[in-house]
């Protein structure tokens, strides 16, 4: 579903913040009016960007009508990221057997050469993981296109949809724990493995590649959930519904 004008847009991002952040519980049954109020909308973009919301995930349809926050147990959180790594898998064993030319790599080129650059000059940390994670989301989506495929580049946007599936997701994670700071070489490892697999029209090897770096983010999420420090720094935490065992 678009989004077509400037109030669904608001409604949109502010209604994402709200259940990101945990200021609409999980459970929680969304009311027009009070949201219209609050978020100074009228209801039509207001509904648009609640069947939005839904298509993503993020709530729940009720039967008798409206939505609910939707909650996310173990099992969901690491569905999706696995979700997530088949089809980008699935996309670069596309890439790899379509006739690319040399020019065609060059973004991903580039890409992989940035990251490497930045991974040379200093630890991945708190200050600088934005500039790492917009060279790295330029290496997922370099993938996505270089795959030629409109149908499955939709579904990949639905996968990663949801806070905690996007190939970044962990980032913050990462560059707050130091036993996961050796997570960042395998990955970059991987990022040139798999540029390398495109070059040589290696479709399998480049599928089983990606699948395997999206398992990275299921390690990250297993070291965020140990306390409640780096727990908080997981996007949409709040939206988790089962018991974590405190780190000691």
């Known amino acids: 579903m678009e989004v077509s004008s400037p109030q669904t847009l608001r409604a949109l991002l502010k209604l994402r913040e709200l259940i990101l952040s945990g200021e ?9 009016l009070p949201l ?11 509904r648009t960007a609640l069947v939005r919301l839904g298509e993503e995930g993020l709530l729940d349809p009720i039967p008798t009508g409206g939505y609910a926050v939707r909650g996310f147990d173990e099992r969901e959180l690491y569905a ?3 979700v ?3 089809l980008e898998g699935l996309a670069a064993r596309l890439a790899a057997e379509r006739d690319l030319a040399p020019a065609d ?5 580039e890409a992989v050469r940035s990251l490497d650059a930045l991974l040379e000059r200093s630890p991945i940390t708190v200050k600088n993981f934005d500039e790492y994670v917009k060279r ?3 290496f997922h989506a370099c993938i996505i296109e270089l795959a030629g495929s409109s149908v499955l580049a939709r579904q990949i946007e639905r996968a990663v949809s949801l806070p905690f599936a996007s190939a970044s997701a962990f980032v913050m994670v990462q560059a707050a724990l130091p036993e996961a700071q ?3 070489t395998v990955a970059q490892d991987h990022h040139r493995c798999v540029l390398q697999a495109i070059e040589a029209r290696e479709g399998a090897r480049a599928e089983a590649l990606m699948r395997e770096h999206a398992r990275l983010a299921r390690r990250n999420l297993e070291l965020a959930l140990r306390n409640q420090r780096t727990r908080d ?4 935490s709040g939206l988790f519904r089962f018991p974590v065992t405190e780190a000691v």
């Open 24 to 32: 609409l519980e999980v459970g929680e049954r969304l009311s027009e």
């Open 36 to 46: 219209v109020e609050r978020l100074g909308v009228s209801r039509t973009p207001l």
């Open 80 to 82: 999706a990221i696995e």
């Open 84 to 86: 997530r790594g088949t």
């Open 105 to 109: 790599l060059a973004t991903l080129r």
């Open 136 to 138: 790295n989301e330029l």
């Open 182 to 184: 050796d997570m960042f």
């Open 233 to 236: 720094l997981v996007p949409g």
